[in-house]
Every structure is written in C-alpha cells, then in structure tokens.
C-alpha cells in the first residue's frame, strides 16, 4: 500500500509492489497488473527481429555458449590481433587502389603531374601509380599505408609464430591451427612477391626478373614456366595483367578462408595461458569476449590503424617516381626487396656460381639450389610439431603453454632457424652494406657463407646453455627463496645472505611445469632372452628424444621432499 506505480507512472494503491495478481508485466520489466486483465505488453521491432532470427538460425543459443567465452591477458596475444587487423587494413587500401590501378603493361608517353618523367615511355600500370601518388586524392596516403601493412602483417605472423613456437602452443588440439598460419606465412610472402611487382617500377622488375631467372634454373620445366607466365620471352606484355588478379583475388581469397579457419579453431579450442595460480588444463583465467574483450580489441584495432596511417604518411616507402619505369637493359643501384624476401634473395647472391654442361644443357646449380632451399627452410618450421608429436609420442590435449627455458632443444632449434634467417637477410643486402658501413663486399660474402653453416651451431648451443642455467636459477629460487640483499653473521662468524620464501602462487608456477621420462626402446632382449625386433624408425626416434627431452636436456625441478627437508629448521636463511 506504499504506492506502486503503473505503467503511465500514477500511484495504484491497489495494485502490490513487486507482481500482481494476474501476472502482468510493466514496461520496465517489474511485474504489474492492467486494466486489460494483465495482457503482455506487444513485443519491439528489434524483439521481434531477433525472435525471427533465432528461430531459424538459433542464434540465441549460439551466443549464450559463447559471447562469455574467456580470454586470457598477455601481451604476446596482441601479436595475432596485430596480424588480424594489418590484413583488414590490407583488404580495405587495397580495394581503394583497385579502384584507381590499371594493371595493363601497353606503353604509352607520360604527361602528367610528376614533370620529370614527363615524355618518358612507360607501362599504363606505371602511369596509373603516378596519377594514384600525385593526383587522386589521398592516393599516396592509401599507397603507403598499403605497403607498410603489408610489411607490419608479415613481421606480425612471423613474431607471433615464433611466439607460438617457443611456448609449445602448436601441440594438441592445435596442429591444423599452427598449418594454417604456416601457410599465411607463406601466402602472405608470395602476395608481397606479386603485389610489389604490379607497378612495373624499375624496382619491381628488377625483382621480376630475379624471379624470373629462378625459374629458368629448374631443370627441363624452367623455360616452360617463364614462357607460360610472361606470355613469351621476359618482359613480355602479359604479366602484370596476369599478376594482378592473382594479388587482389587469389591470393587474399584463400588467406581470406584460411583467416577465417583459424580464428574458427581458436574460438572452438579453449584458449591457451601461461602458466601460473589458478590455472590448468581445464580452466581458463581472464576476461569474457563480451563486453570486455570485445572492447579491448576494438579500441586495439584503431589502435594498429592509426599507427599504419601515421607511417604511411611520414615515412616514404616504396616511392617508384624515383625508380623511374622499368627497362630491361637498366637495373636499379642498391635493388632491395621487402625484408621478408631478403633471405631468399641472400641465398643466391652468396651462392657460388656452379654450372654443370652435359649434353648441350646448363644446369645453373648457383641459383638452382639456392631455389630450392628457400621453400626446405620454411618446411622445416612448418613441419615441426608433427615431428616432436610423434618424438614424445604425447596423444594429451595442452593448453597450458612452456616457459621458453624448460624446453631447451626447441628454444635452441627456433633461435637457430632465426639466426639462420638474419644471416641470408644480410646476404641479401651485401652490398648495401658494404656501401653503408664501408666494407669490403667480397668480406661479407664470404662471412654469410661461412656463417650460413656455423653461426645456427653456435645459436642452438648458446641458447640451450642459457635455457639450462635458467632452471637451474628457478631451482635454486624455490628451494631457498628470493634474494633480499640482507646480510646476516651467524654464530660462528659466517656471512650470509637472507633469502625470502617465494609466494606459494610463484612456486607453483615455477614447478607446474612437467618432466616426463623420454621415449626409450627399453631392453633389446625379453624375458626369456630373446633379441626384440627393433625398427630404424624407434632407434631413431629413442635418439631424438633422449637429445630433446633427456637427462642433458633438462635441470630436475624440485620435489616437495626437498623442499620441505631444506625449508625446515634451520636450513633455509
């Protein structure tokens, strides 16, 4: 009786407060009566909408199981994010200059705004690059922004890889998931190749022609590919317009399918997290898609555009009007591709130039093999968790992620593989280098050969010593706590150092991690003392995991026994 109110807002002293007899329901969603016997108020339009969708999609259900789907916080998680919206940034300029680029490689005579190409001879692809840079509007911004995303999205896969690599986030359920991003990997560096090749600069078809001269190095089948894809001898005149639909459509088709597949996968698995308190294979810590991480990644979005937008508009890149158009009797000084091809470039140039003649053939071994190496080396990256799945022979699902130092074997290989990939980087640009820092070309050429084969050597076993020093330091962490800095003079005269006990949040994820025995053949005679039938293949595989996963490969964490044995009485300081 202290005055509910109805539904237009006047006092109903006879109506209850929190429901009415009937059941009706007021605007606001309390319960209340009407004068209509209780009727429910009509439904809105967007309720109405959503009830038709749900009943014919069941979008409903779908986003009650997963729009408080949990994620957890790291900052290496932002990488894929970074990938994710440098390829929409990649979509969106893209369609801008499609708008404006005539991928045609007819020759006409310049006349436009940049006069000191003026009455040049060029390809309609180059003078439709001129006319975007100089006179549609915003074309050199949407230019730039274009090529430093392509440059921000390969880098982003490639860190993020490496990310995923050293933490062991590839393991089950997540094998498909780490082939998906090996193959963007390798599709985003052939989209590159093609999309830097379209504006028939004299860059560009320095590049062209680089490409073109690995071709012809294939044995019987080189000569057959060039023709076909240049339409005739190089240059030829089919080329850019074959290149074109390969970089706008093809390509960005399947990477498009491929992005898509994998936020899929990651959305299905759960999500992996580091290790630490409260955390494990069947709980997730962090914050729900909705509304937290929804808002987070939206304002990371704008976040990444606004960087790839104030790079394109302070930082030239790619200016071909300095270039000039491509001629295939001129090559232009200091020629560098985009970084991401540089170690494919750097294997050829240090390559000794061998030929062998049989038969009346060449068969141009100095750009062949170097041809050949360039797709082994990403294999082997993407081959490598199938190869230490079947190592461990481990059939469990993983969703807690290594510290980097107690793997050390698969730290020290991915250190390896990229100090390998820095090398023939520098390979690539020798003489850029040389000019730069004053040194002798032929000195740095020779230092990428021989580095080539010793400094990935040197790399895993550095690598793998500092991993191994690390658990030992994590070791002797748990077992006598932090340092405090605090001297103390015991009894008889000795000096030592306090140390504080760790938190039991930070032993645990000092310890969580697990050291199970590694493959072993076991004995080669039974029982009864008949020889066991061993195959090549467990030999081989006993090998590995015994160089991975065995004695030398790791520092034994501390057991609760030991623990308690040094932390009673007066053993810890």
């Not at 595989?541 to 623990?563: D, N, Q, S, V």
Request: charge should be neutral.
């Amino acid at each position: 009786m202290d005055g509910a109110r109805s539904v237009n807002g006047a006092a109903d002293p006879a109506r209850p407060v929190n429901g009415s007899v009937n059941g009706g329901r007021s605007v606001n969603g309390s319960a209340s009566g009407s004068a209509d016997g209780g009727r429910r108020a009509e439904p809105g339009k967007g309720e109405k909408l959503a009830d038709w969708a749900d009943g014919r999609l069941g979008l409903y259900a779908i986003a009650k199981s997963n729009m408080r789907k949990v994620f957890p916080d790291h900052w290496s998680f932002m990488l894929g994010e970074i990938c994710l919206y440098s390829f929409l940034v990649l979509i969106l300029t893209g369609i801008y200059l499609t708008l404006f680029f005539e991928p045609s490689g007819v020759e006409v005579i310049y006349h436009g705004s940049y006069t000191p190409l003026n009455g040049i001879p060029m390809t309609r692809a180059f003078e439709s690059t001129l006319d975007i840079s100089f006179d549609v509007r915003g074309g050199l911004l949407i230019r730039q922004i274009h090529h430093w995303a392509a440059v921000v999205f390969i880098a982003g896969m490639l860190i993020h890889m490496m990310r995923v690599f050293f933490t062991g986030a590839f393991r089950k359920p997540r094998e498909m998931n780490w082939v998906f991003g090996w193959t963007l990997l390798f599709l985003g560096i052939l989209t590159g190749l093609t999309g830097y090749s379209l504006p028939d600069d004299l860059l560009s078809g320095t590049g062209i022609r680089f490409a073109d001269g690995a071709m012809l190095s294939v044995p019987i089948v080189g000569t057959y590919m060039s023709m076909f894809l240049f339409g005739g001898e190089f240059p030829g005149h089919d080329i850019i317009s074959r290149l074109f639909p390969i970089h706008v459509l093809l390509l960005p088709g399947i990477m498009l399918g491929l992005v898509v597949a994998h936020l899929i996968l990651v959305f299905y698995h759960k999500h992996t997290q580091y290790p630490g308190a409260g955390r494990d294979e069947k709980s997730v810590v962090g914050s729900p898609l909705l509304p937290v991480y929804t808002a987070k990644a939206g304002g990371f979005f704008f976040l990444v555009f606004g960087v790839l937008a104030i790079m394109g508009g302070i930082a030239s890149i790619n200016p071909v009007w300095a270039f000039g158009p491509y001629r295939p009797d001129l090559v232009t000084t200091g020629a560098q591709p985009d970084w991401y091809l540089g170690f494919s470039e750097g294997l050829v140039r240090v390559m000794p130039g061998w030929e062998i003649n049989a038969w009346g053939h060449t068969l141009e071994l100095g750009v062949f093999i170097p041809f050949t190496l360039f797709p082994l080396i990403l294999v082997a990256l993407g081959v490598y968790p199938f190869i230490e799945a079947w190592i461990t022979g481990d059939k469990r699902e993983h969703h807690i992620l290594d510290r980097p130092r107690n793997m050390p074997v698969r730290t020290g290989l991915g250190v390896a593989w990229l100090s390998l990939y820095g090398v023939l980087l520098i390979g690539g640009g020798n003489d850029v280098v040389a000019t730069h820092l004053h040194l002798s070309i032929n000195a740095i050429t020779w230092f990428v050969r021989i580095s080539f084969f010793v400094l990935p050597v040197l790399a895993f076993l550095v690598t793998k010593r500092v991993c191994l020093g690390l658990q030992r330091r994590d070791r002797d962490k748990v077992l006598h706590g932090r340092e405090s800095g605090l001297i103390k003079m015991l009894p008889h005269g000795e000096y030592v150092e306090v140390h504080v006990p760790l938190a039991p949040d930070e032993r645990f994820r000092l310890t969580q991690h697990e050291q199970e025995p590694p493959y072993a053949i076991g004995p080669l005679v039974d029982a009864n003392g008949v020889e066991r039938q061993v195959k090549g293949g467990q030999r081989v595989r006993a090998r590995l995991a015994k160089a991975m996963f065995g004695t030398e490969a790791r520092i034994p964490k501390p057991t609760a026994e030991e623990y308690k044995e040094l932390t009673s009485g007066d053993h810890h300081h």
